[in-house]
């Protein structure tokens, strides 16, 4: 445990204790802090946003930022419990593992898993955390970024997973204008060896992609056609719960029922 970290974790609980909020000599003392220690500490976090200190009382209050970071992880609780019955069923369909991903600072992370029913079955752990250019969650939720941030991104090396995994920059780039055209993204055994994939994004109420569902599936023995509508339903549905509506004809309002 960081030293530092810890008691600002310290200070944290205190303060969401005491709502009226604290002075300094009050953090320090009941939390058995030094002074300089906690004023340091405290200067710091109010300086980002983390605190709030109001100089005519002298006292201390959980800051703005701790609400924004309290709705963010809001919504990933929420998109977790949402999507988990329509993943559920996708998975009973296609007898397949599928996976929930957002991309957060430029890292993509598995948020939700179902696995195959089957025996013999492929598996990815919840908190998996994969390259943007590797797979086809991650770049699908890498061409939801603005140009800016994948430029950024593609600034670095890209690492091979596979000798199918598109390294390049000007592929790549061409890639994602073809993701964003057509909505779907591809995993060509790019990260593991006879492993393909394909994923579809899931939208909030004004359209924005804040995630993908994806399915990983051997490649002698699937296709994609055989899939793709099973998860086109399933991201429709989670998308409209969330608020997001498009055109009927192209999209399915069914709720997930239980075999």
């Not at 969650?137 to 061409?143: D, G, I, N």
């Not at 780039?173 to 995993?187: F, K, N, Q, T, V």
């Amino acid at each position: 445990m960081v030293p530092a970290i810890e008691k600002a974790n310290m200070i944290f609980s205190f303060l969401m204790q005491h709502p009226e909020g604290a002075s300094l000599k009050e953090t320090s003392t009941i939390l058995g802090i030094p002074k300089s220690t906690a004023h340091r500490l405290l200067s710091s976090l109010t300086e980002l946003d983390y605190i709030e200190h109001d100089t005519h009382s002298g006292h201390f209050f959980l800051g703005p930022k701790l609400l924004s970071l309290s709705r963010a992880a809001e919504r990933r609780l929420n998109l977790n419990r949402i999507s988990t019955p329509y993943l559920e069923e996708l998975s009973s369909r296609t007898r397949e593992t599928v996976k929930l991903s957002i991309i957060r600072h430029q890292k993509v992370y598995v948020i939700n898993t179902v696995l195959s029913p089957r025996i013999m079955k492929i598996t990815v752990e919840s908190g998996t955390i994969f390259p943007p250019h590797i797979g086809a969650a991650a770049k699908l939720l890498l061409s939801s970024l603005p140009d800016e941030e994948i430029d950024e991104y593609l600034e670095q090396e890209l690492e091979a997973y596979t000798v199918n995994s598109v390294t390049d920059r000007e592929t790549l780039r061409e890639e994602i204008a073809a993701i964003r055209s057509e909505g779907l993204a591809r995993d060509r055994q790019e990260e593991t060896i006879g492993i393909s994939g394909i994923a579809a994004a899931v939208r909030d109420s004004f359209g924005g992609i804040i995630a993908a569902v994806s399915i990983p599936y051997l490649s002698a023995l699937r296709t994609e056609g055989e899939l793709l509508p099973f998860l086109m339903e399933c991201v429709d549905g989670i998308s409209r719960r969330l608020g997001f509506y498009k055109d009927d004809e192209h999209s399915s309002s069914a709720q997930p029922t239980k075999e």
